[in-house]
């Protein structure tokens, strides 16, 4: 969320608090309606602001800044589409990345459930119960808290106690002491997923980007202000 880069300092005021906290857990750039709204109140504005310099300055004043005008939005273009083009590829490799991490997690654990069948009896059901309930606890609740870029404790608790239980396991057979090496790597495995996936869920583009983008995107839009349209429409 794009606001949790930029902390507003607001007095202690009900009104202002929860102002605060549905901007910040609600407006989602990302989302394809504000991101539809937003991108559509900003053109409006823009044509609306362009009409009105239009009326101030007059239609033969802008038309003497075409020339020369061009050449400038011209090289503050393309400056800018470079700038946008490689935050998108530094998003879409960290997206990329995050998918890596929890695909990890996710066949780590499947790996951990499947040895669990051959280890002794009163370690087997504990390992699958806590599993099913980390499982559960990371697509319902931790979903929604990596949304908000926090970490779900009950996750983090159910983690733990599978931890706890994978290193109390007694290997009994011989078999079961091979497997048990391999149950220990797949924990290993899941764990550094799981911070790899955390991590990237607190993960905001870096300031200087957005304020790349954002003063990018204002200086590009304040170069169209200096051409007239003779019709808007048609």
Known sequence: NWFRRFPVKTQNHPLSNLWTQIMVEHFHLDE???????????????????????QRVGKQTLESFHEVGGYYMSAVGTLYAVILGLVVVDATNRFNDARLHLENEANSL????????????????????????????TLGEGWRMMALGQVDQDGLTLF??????????????ENQKALYGSMLTSFINAGESRRGRLNFAVYDIPNVEWFSLIVGGIITIAFTMFFSIEHLIG
């Open 32 to 54: 394809f309606l504000t991101g539809g709204a937003t991108i559509a109140l900003t053109i409006l504005l823009s044509v609306a602001i362009q009409h009105w310099i239009k």
């Open 160 to 173: 733990r106690q599978l931890m706890k239980e994978i290193r109390e396991i007694e290997p009994v057979t």
């Open 110 to 137: 499947m790996e951990i459930y499947a040895l669990s069948e051959k280890m002794p009896e009163p370690y087997r059901d504990s390992i699958r119960d806590t599993i099913r309930l980390y499982t559960a606890e």
